[in-house]
């Protein structure tokens, strides 16, 4: 049976390009996958090379920045947490529509 798996792992090369590969792999058993990502990261521009959905969050870096930024992130992170249960309940949403009712719809909105 296919399933639906999200790949989260973006911001450098070495984290990107192994997710890639797995997910290349993934879609070659059958299975869907879609990725979440920061529209400034690596993920930004090799994902969408590689014809597999993102979706977009906003979350800043911790290494190597200053107190600020640092701080910033931590506000982002719930946000960020956020929107990704968010896009994870949408699609959920989705599947049991289809289940149940025969039909999905990729614009299930969740409250």
Do not use: C, D, Y
């Amino acid at each position: 049976m296919p399933r639906t798996f999200v790949m989260a792992g973006g911001g450098t090369g070495g984290h990107v390009l192994p997710a890639l590969a797995v997910a290349r792999e993934l879609r070659a058993r059958g299975h869907q996958v879609r990725f979440v990502g920061v529209e400034r990261g690596m993920e930004a521009k090799l994902v969408p090379a590689a014809n597999f959905p993102i979706e977009w969050i906003a979350i800043g870096g911790l290494n190597r920045v200053g107190f600020r930024q640092t701080l910033a992130t931590h506000v982002f992170v719930s946000s960020a947490q956020s929107a990704s249960m968010r896009h994870a309940t949408q699609r959920l949403v989705a599947v049991l529509q289809t289940a149940f009712f025969g039909q999905s719809s990729e614009f299930v909105q969740v409250v």
